[in-house]
């Protein structure tokens, strides 16, 4: 909100959330009831019309949404190189007002004003009249508010909630006061209201000129250069009509300059012009991926509407920890369609860039849910993905890589280790996390705990808990006969005396892996801790237990650019297998952390604790 917020600052609707929506239903079924009733040569198709557009522009900014956070993640002629935060993923979440708002302006004047109720699809006569209004009196007019606007008294009222967002996202373009985005509204009536009491009006010169205003908003906040330079070599005088996402980004940076709605005219007449504008953009269409990446965590997709979770999808979704609902179901036709689509045509992509100390690291994506990794016919090609991940990881100069959830994993690849057989002049050092997320199971123990119930998948974790638990003298109780006899047998022989098999479930501490059984939660006695040492959570099946967290870590103050959720952890928190990489880069420790080896637990503790990671200890009692 602005610092000093005015009067009409909040919008109408504020507090409604999604049920915002609602407002437009009487519209909607007026706009059904009268083109069913009318006679088809009195149909109204703007007012039918209206709501379709709402969804097209909808979609339109989600797109650009998308987009945009892809180019700018791969550094992809990025301008501005600053982060982004979760406030102003939270200032930015309400993009959508002013597409309602929209609707119902028109909805309001089809009904009052004559002559728009049987627009022709096309008017060459309009559309050249709203071409000309907006090049004089709507950019005019634009340009000398949008300078009011930079006045002291207005800007702490109204235009600094827009300045609050230093590094722009397409969406930030709509962010405003509704007082603002009000007087914005009338701007744009002017070609519209001229052309419908003029009596040139037409669909096409309504809609497209709303399109005309979503897309240069959008691309002028859009944080990487799109426009080509050979645009402006063929036709010069362009540079006075178009401005370009760079032009604008100096506008969030020096605040005093550059203060054009589109065109940049006015800003040349009135030497508002800033200098530096022209090296800016040439800068921006050369920069290409100059920035070098030191750490790279490999992840893939879960449940089938994980998608929509990524931060290229929703951006207010992604901001908070993933928990399936309605908001997600709802989309689950489209979610089948885009898995059948990253089967087919998927690649690994970026998906975020941090920064912490000087290093730079990335987040990259395979493809592939979890589901697809649980069968063996896709056991290969998750392989080569991964396998051709890590080269290219190592190609661009990065010198860890981390594994993360089932990209690791002793049926797929040993834990890492058959990329490093494959390939044993490789230098990138491959990181499982093993040592990080044993430490963070260990000091999620109770002090004073004697014994510990271990079940669930063996896997290597469970291995090393089991043996470094036993050497802490604490008795590790098993239910699993065949999880018993193989940890006998692989356990040093001082070790054994502390494991038991046993079919009470009576410890208070259960440490629990993949593929807990129903069952098994259900014998559980009431308050026991549910530890989970898996990177995926246990399904939460008690009301009487406390379930924590799987193994993670809030990170410092100084990482930046972090604005979404990393799966189900909360804000700021990232799994162990991530920050073992980032501490591994940190440390610069010139080994692997793969197949058999393990990093010792203290070590990699103690190195986490210097560099400010913090353990994530959160518990959920239901």
């Known amino acids: 909100m602005a610092s000093e917020p005015g009067p009409l600052t909040n919008w109408p609707w504020h507090g409604l959330g999604n049920f915002k929506y609602a407002l437009l239903a009487p519209w909607f079924a007026h706009s059904m009831h009268k083109f069913a009733t009318s006679k088809t040569e009195e149909r109204d198709l703007l007012n039918l019309l209206i709501i379709p557009v709402l969804l097209l522009r909808l979609l339109y900014g989600q797109l650009w949404i998308s987009i945009s956070r892809f180019q700018t993640a791969r550094s992809k002629r990025r301008i501005v190189n ?6 102003q993923v939270d200032r930015e979440r309400n993009w959508d007002d002013q597409i309602i708002l929209t609707a119902l302006l028109f909805y309001g004047a089809n009904s009052v004003i004559p002559g728009t109720q049987r627009l022709p699809w096309w008017n060459t006569k309009g559309i050249v009249l709203a071409t000309l209004l907006h090049i004089g009196p709507v950019e005019f007019l634009y340009y000398w508010f949008h300078r009011a606007l930079h006045h002291h008294f207005l800007y702490s009222r109204y235009h600094s909630h827009h300045h609050a967002s230093i590094v722009t996202e397409p969406i930030t373009s709509v962010i405003h006061p509704f007082a603002e ?15 419908a ?14 399109i005309y205003i979503d897309f240069m908003n959008y691309m002028g906040h859009c944080n990487f250069e799109m426009v080509p330079s050979w645009l402006f070599r063929i036709f010069p005088p362009l540079k006075y009509f178009m401005y370009t996402p760079s032009f604008h980004s100096i506008h969030h940076t020096k605040f005093q300059a550059n ?31 100059e920035e070098k990446t030191n750490v790279v965590h490999l992840t893939h997709l879960t449940s089938i509407q994980s998608i929509f979770h990524l931060r290229l999808g929703f951006a207010s979704v992604a901001s908070r920890p993933y928990i399936p609902g309605l908001h997600l179901w709802i989309l689950s036709p489209l979610s089948y ?9 998927g690649t690994t992509f970026t998906l975020e860039r941090n920064y912490f100390n000087n290093r730079s690291m990335e987040t990259w994506v395979i493809p592939r849910y979890s589901f697809q990794y649980m069968a063996k016919l896709e056991k290969g090609t998750i392989n080569r993905l991964i396998e051709k991940a890590i080269l290219n990881a190592e190609k661009m100069g990065a010198k860890v890589i981390s594994l993360g959830l089932f990209n690791q994993g002793e049926e797929l690849n040993r834990y890492g280790e058959t990329y490093i057989s494959k390939n044993p002049s490789m230098k990138i050092k491959i990181v499982d996390g093993t040592g990080l997320a044993a430490a963070l199971v260990l000091n999620s123990i109770p002090d004073g705990t004697e014994r510990v119930l271990l079940i669930g998948k063996l896997d290597k974790l469970a291995y090393y808990l089991s043996l470094v638990i036993c050497q802490r003298k604490i008795q590790v109780e098993m239910v699993q006969k065949d999880l018993y006899e193989f940890l006998k047998l692989q356990l040093p022989q001082e070790m054994k005396d502390f494991i038991l098999l046993s079919d009470s479930y009576m410890s208070k501490v259960w440490l629990v892996g993949e ?15 549910f530890i989970p040492y898996s990177q995926c959570p246990p399904k939460i099946v008690r009301k009487d237990c406390i379930y924590y967290s799987t193994p ?10 972090l604005h979404c959720c990393e ?10 297998s991530r920050a073992a990489g980032i501490i591994h880069a940190l440390e610069e420790w010139d080994t692997h952390e793969c197949g058999d080896m393990v990093t010792s637990t203290d070590k990699v503790w103690h190195a986490a604790l210097k560099h400010g990671f913090t353990p994530y200890n959160s518990s959920s009692e239901i």
Do not use: H
């Not at 600053?82 to 406030?87: G, I, P, R, V």
């Not at 799966?567 to 162990?576: D, Y």
């Open 197 to 210: 009491f003029c009596g040139v009006g037409s669909i096409v010169g309504l809609v497209g000129y709303l």
């Open 181 to 195: 985005e009000f007087v914005y509204f009338l701007l744009f009536a002017i070609p519209l209201l001229s052309m």
């Open 552 to 561: 993670a870590m809030v990170v410092p103050k100084a990482f930046e650019n």
């Open 337 to 345: 369609l885009l898995v059948v689509l990253t089967w087919i045509f």
């Open 82 to 87: 600053k982060s982004l935060d979760f406030d």
């Open 259 to 289: 203060y054009s709605l589109f065109m940049p005219l006015y800003d040349y007449i009135y030497n508002t012009y800033d200098k530096t504008s022209d090296s800016l953009y040439e800068r921006s269409l050369k920069r290409q991926n």
């Open 515 to 529: 593929e807990l059984r129903y069952s098994d939660q259900m014998k559980a006695a009431k308050g026991v801790l």
């Open 567 to 576: 799966n189900w952890l909360p804000r700021r928190v990232i799994s162990a």
